[in-house]
C-alpha cells in the first residue's frame, strides 16, 4: 500500500473555508506514521483535456495561476495513484482539490478538474484497462464524474449518497460485492458522510468495511488492482483516523483499536 501526496497539495487557494490544508495535513499525520509515500508530478494538458473542454481549462486558469496549478497537481496525484494500482500495488492519493463535481465544462463544490476521470481516462488512452469500476463514497454525488462517463459503458459507476446507516452500508457493501468484473476499482473516497461530519452517519468502522469491500471485489476479480483518492471530509480533528481506517481495510488488514 502506498500513500500519494506532494507538499503542493497543503496551497492555499481562494475556496470556502472549509476546503484547507488542514485536511490533507491531518490525514497525513496518520498515514505517514504506516505508509511508504510516492510524489507525483502534474497532470499534463494531454491528461485533462481527455475530459475536459478546452474552454474549461481557461476558466479555471482565470480562477488564479495558484489554483490552476493545484488542480493540475491534485489530477497527477490520481494518475500515479492510478498507475500504482495498475503496478499491482494498492494506493490512495491525499490530493487537494477535490474533483468529483468537475464536470467536461464546468467546476464548483471546491472542484476544478475531475481527478478521477484524468486518471481513469488515461489509463483508457493508453490501453492498459478495458473496464473499470468508479465508487463514489462521498456525502454528495459525483455529478462531474457521472456526465463524464455518462455515455461511456466501460465505466460502472457506484455512487452513494447521505441516507439512513444501516440501510446505506447494506447497499453498498452488496453492490461494491457484487460488481461486474473489470479491470480496475477505484474509490472516490469522501469522508464527510462521517457521523461527526456534515452527513451524520457513518461510523470509522464503516469506512474499514467499505475499504475490505473493495479489497475483496477486487481479490475476486483476480488482479486486486485497485485505488483511491480523497474527495471530501471536513472533520479535519478526526479525518486521520477514518482514512487510516479505510486504508487498512483497502490493503485487507483488520482494523485494531489501538489505531484510534
Not at 134 to 151: L, N, S, W, Y
Not at 173 to 199: C, H, K, M, Q
Amino acid at each position: 500500500m502506498k500513500i500519494v501526496y506532494h507538499e503542493g497539495y497543503t496551497v492555499r487557494y481562494p475556496t470556502c473555508a472549509v476546503e484547507n490544508p488542514a485536511r490533507v495535513l491531518a490525514i497525513m499525520n496518520k498515514l505517514r506514521l504506516r505508509y511508504a509515500v510516492v510524489s507525483p508530478e502534474p497532470a499534463s494538458k494531454e491528461d485533462v483535456l481527455r475530459v475536459h473542454e478546452p474552454d474549461h481549462l481557461i476558466r479555471v486558469q482565470l480562477q488564479s495561476s495558484v489554483v490552476y496549478e493545484a488542480a493540475f497537481l491534485a489530477a497527477g496525484g490520481a494518475i500515479r495513484a492510478a498507475e500504482l494500482a495498475m503496478e499491482g500495488e494498492p494506493a490512495f492519493a491525499v490530493i487537494r482539490p477535490p474533483g468529483h463535481h468537475a464536470g467536461k465544462n464546468r467546476f464548483g463544490g471546491f472542484c476544478f478538474f475531475n481527478n478521477m476521470a484524468v486518471a481513469l481516462a488515461r489509463l483508457f488512452a493508453k490501453k492498459r484497462i478495458r473496464r473499470a469500476a468508479i465508487v463514489d463514497i462521498d456525502m454528495h454525488q459525483g455529478d462531474g464524474t457521472r456526465e463524464i462517463f455518462a455515455e461511456d459503458p466501460r465505466v460502472t459507476m457506484i455512487d452513494i449518497w447521505h441516507g439512513q446507516r444501516q440501510a446505506l452500508m447494506e447497499r453498498l457493501l452488496d453492490r461494491i460485492l457484487t460488481l461486474p468484473r473489470v479491470d480496475v476499482i477505484a474509490v472516490s473516497a469522501g469522508f464527510d458522510l462521517y457521523e461527526n461530519d456534515w452527513g451524520a452517519c457513518l461510523t470509522t468502522l464503516d469506512f474499514h468495511r467499505i475499504g475490505f469491500a473493495v479489497f475483496e471485489a477486487a481479490a475476486k476479480m483476480d488482479h486486486g488492482r485497485r485505488f483511491a483518492i480523497l474527495e471530501g471530509g471536513y472533520a479535519v480533528n478526526e479525518l486521520g483516523k477514518n482514512a487510516l481506517a479505510f486504508c487498512l481495510g483497502l490493503e485487507g488488514k483488520d482494523y485494531p483499536s489501538e489505531t484510534e
